[in-house]
């Protein structure tokens, strides 16, 4: 798999491995041309996130042994669809991303300034920082 970069253009960053998340199960949010549902957005779950997901029919909490999934709590993060997660955000439920471990093949789905609004891994200025 050729490396894969982030939505800020930096190499892609982990995005969790308790529970163990990505399509691919590697701890990243890595795609390719078999992750049909573009698993691609590093998100923290909420509750609010994962009863919406319930709501419109993707159970993000229920165990899935089969699928190696092992069912979310708030506060897990986990590559979620892109579509899923830009379903979220219309309707108000979604949920914070790491930037860092976002793939740029998210950005295909979602702009990056709605990723942006809930971004928990970056400054919102860079006021305050020092070198």
């Given at each position: 798999m050729a490396e894969a970069y982030n939505v800020l253009g930096d190499p892609l960053e982990e995005c969790g491995r308790d529970p163990l998340t990505g399509?691919?199960?590697d701890g990243c949010c890595s795609t390719g041309t078999d992750?049909?549902?573009?698993?691609?957005?590093?998100?923290?779950v909420t509750e609010g996130f994962l009863e919406h997901q319930r709501a419109v029919g993707n159970d993000l909490i229920t165990a899935r042994p089969e699928y190696r999934f092992p069912?979310?709590?708030?506060?897990?993060?986990?590559?979620?669809c892109a579509?899923?997660?830009?379903?979220?955000?219309?309707?108000?439920?979604a949920s914070p991303v790491v930037l860092a471990s976002t793939n740029a093949a998210a950005l295909r789905?979602?702009?990056?300034?709605?990723?942006?609004?809930?971004a928990v891994d970056v400054p919102l200025s860079p006021e305050g920082l020092s070198d």
């Open positions: 399509f691919y199960r992750d049909l549902g573009s698993h691609t957005v590093c998100a923290v069912g979310l709590k708030p506060g897990d993060r986990w590559c979620v579509s899923r997660w830009l379903q979220a955000y219309a309707d108000g439920a789905i979602v702009p990056l300034e709605a990723l942006r609004e809930h």
